[in-house]
Structure formats: C-alpha cells, structure tokens
C-alpha cells in the first residue's frame, strides 16, 4: 500500500487549509507584538532609557518569532504553489516593501547603541517605527485585495499574467483593512508593553493601545459592512471536485455583493469567528484599562486570530479569486500540490510544528517577567 493514500486528497487538500490558517495566524499573533512595539516606540518611550525599555522587552524573542512568517511562506510554496506565484509575482513590489521594511528592524536593532547622540539614536528609533508600520499596513491592505479579487488571469499555456500595478493595490477598501491591521497591531503591542514594562511606558502604552483597541473594533465593523453591500464576493457556479486535477480552468465563477457572506449563511455558528475578533478586541480594551496584564495579551491574540481567520473563513474554498478572469481565481480544490507532496509535507510538519511550538513555549517562559530597568541604567542584562 502506498501510504499517502491513507488520507484523501480532498482531505489533506482542506488539511493544508486549515494549517496555512494556522500559520499566518501564529504569526499574526507572535510578530504582531513586534511590529505593534515598534509603532509605538516613538510615541511610548519619551527618554532613551524609556525606549532602550521598549526595545529589550521584545529584543530576546523577534527573530524567533519570524520562524512564523518563513513557515508560512514556505507553505505557501510547496503546497498552493500557483498562489505563490501569483502572490509573490503580482505583489512584487509591496513585497519588496515589506522586506525592506523588516530588514531595518535587525539593523536598528544593532546599530542604535553605537553611539550616544540623541540624533542618531532617533533616527534608529524611527527606522524601527518604520519596521513595524510598513508591513502591517502592507499585510493589510493585501488582504484587502484579496477580498476584492486580484488583477490576473491565465494564457492558453498556462502561463501567469498580472496585469495590476503597485499603486493599484493601494484603493480605499484595502487602506481600510490596512487601516484594521495597523490598529490591531499597535493594540496587540500595547497589550505586550502593558505585560512586560512598568512606570510612565506601560502607562502610555495602555493609552495608546485603548485607541489601538476602539479604532479595531470600529474600522473592522466597517470594513464588515462593506463587504457586506459593497464588494463584490466571487461564488463558484459549476461542479468544482473536491479531488479533481489542479487545474483552475475546468470551473466557471460568478460575482456578486455579499457573495463573501454565504459560508456564514450556510453555518451560522461560523459567525463565531468573526465574534471573536469583535469581542477580544473589546476584551483587551477593557484590560488595558482595568490593568490586566495577561488577559489584555490573550483577548488581544484572540482578536487576531479571529480578524484574520474570519477571511479564510469567508472565502472558502477560494483561496486568491481573480478579478481579470473570474474562472481563473485559485481554490483549495483546484490549485494545490500533488497528494504526495502534501501528504509527505504533512508528515514532516506534524514532526517540526510541536517542536517550535514547545521550544517558542520555552523560550517565552525563561524570559517571563518585566523588564529590569535597573539593570539597563547600568548597562548589564540587557542586549540593547
């Protein structure tokens, strides 16, 4: 017996699903705080030793928590690997962005403490700033565009064409939802400065994440909304076989409003997913006012991850739709690897997943705590 056909293609297919959600979500949640923290550098921290606080409180456990973003990326191209070039082709430059910006990160970090003047140090702490709201506003706002369908379409060949620009992705609906990463970001790493600094830092830190947390619960309601009445959703209109070639030209496709809401009127209980994200958010701004340190973090994630599963559950089974050519959108069913790949993908997952879960666990335990800020005056203890 040929073992990858323990498992059917259809299902391992819904399997890789499910774990691509997982992913961008692990590292929505983990590098989120990141990215949030360094938005609110300038703005939190007011002296050196302020900001020097800010940045060890994350300055242990970023780079681990990119491991998210590489497994991601990687999943994407072994297992969707028309999404991937699609995505990676057609989005090139805010890609570019995107890299650029996360690249500052590490050298700002390096290179901020070289030397004593206020001016250099500065200019590092805005590199930083920079690193944090590029790419949440960029991973937004191509969430946005997903939404609304992608500008490509597939020749006679096979072969890929975009035909969008840079400056098109960049269209109210997308600002939006790029506007809803940059709050819940900012309120996530308010949540993370809340847990892991004290004094006036904290303080500021639950002031502007209790704006981070009403301006998410606001933006996100209305990006709902929209796409509700206004944004035309994509729905598959012939037979589209659950273990069928991966070929996404054998199916027809229609578009039309609210089309994004059919799998929540199909499921009902699914408009938990959504709920979450509302309700965590307002959970965290409560926490962040009452001062609760840990409940703040967790309500925090858990609007993450509801924000951002609540895409994968409104477009199921579409995973990138295209606006040039409607038939041409990728789906679950239709755009996936081969069944051995993804079964001999998820076998090695199944081993390396927990492993990087109980090191991360680890990890985030021996670093448990606040921040010394004695000990960063004196210049021991602290990398940064």
């Given amino acids: 017996m040929i073992l990858h056909t323990l498992i059917d293609y259809e299902v391992l297919r819904v399997i890789w699903w499910l774990l691509l959600g997982v992913l961008l979500t692990g590292f929505a949640v983990t590098d989120g705080f990141d990215l949030g923290v360094g938005m609110l550098l300038p703005f939190a921290g007011r002296s050196d030793l302020e900001r020097r606080e800010i940045i060890n409180s994350i300055g242990p456990v970023w780079e681990g928590n990119q491991v998210w973003l590489v497994l991601g990326g990687g999943a994407i191209f072994a297992a969707w690997p028309q999404l991937y070039a699609v995505s990676f082709s057609g989005f090139y430059l805010a890609m570019f962005a995107i890299l650029v910006a996360l690249i500052l990160r590490p050298v700002a970090f390096k290179f901020r403490g070289k030397r004593e003047e206020a001016s250099w140090r500065a200019r590092w702490d805005w590199a930083l700033f920079v690193g944090g709201f590029v790419p949440s506003l960029i991973f937004g706002v191509a969430m946005g565009n997903v939404l609304q369908g992608v500008p490509f379409r597939f020749g006679t060949d096979m072969h890929i064409f975009y035909d969008g620009s840079f400056f098109g992705l960049l269209n109210p609906f997308a600002l939006l939802t790029g506007l809803v990463s940059v709050a819940m970001l900012a309120m996530h790493g308010a949540a993370w400065l809340q847990l892991k600094t004290s004094g006036a830092v904290a303080a500021r830190a639950r002031t502007f994440g209790s704006f981070g947390a ?101 477009m199921f089974p579409f995973i990138l739709p295209s606006s040039s050519d409607p038939r041409a959108s990728l789906t679950v069913f239709d755009s996936s690897s081969s069944h051995l790949t993804l079964f001999i993908m998820l076998v090695v997952t199944v081993i390396f997943i927990p492993l990087i879960v109980a090191y991360t666990g680890w990890v985030y335990r021996v670093l448990r705590g606040k921040v010394d800020v004695a000990a960063i005056s004196e210049d021991r203890g602290h990398a940064y």
């Fill in 214 to 314: 009403l301006a998410t619960l606001v933006l996100y309601a209305l990006a709902g909304l929209l796409l509700w009445h206004f944004v035309g959703g994509y729905h598959v209109t012939s037979s589209l076989p659950a273990d069928g070639p991966s070929n996404p030209l054998l199916k027809t496709v229609e578009t039309h409003a609210g089309a994004w809401f059919a799998n929540y009127e199909a499921h009902p209980w699914l408009y938990l997913v959504p709920g979450v994200g509302l309700a965590g958010a307002f959970v965290a701004l409560l926490g962040l006012r009452m001062r609760l340190e840990m409940t703040t973090l967790l309500a925090s994630a858990l609007s993450i991850a509801g924000i951002v599963l609540s895409v994968g559950v409104s």
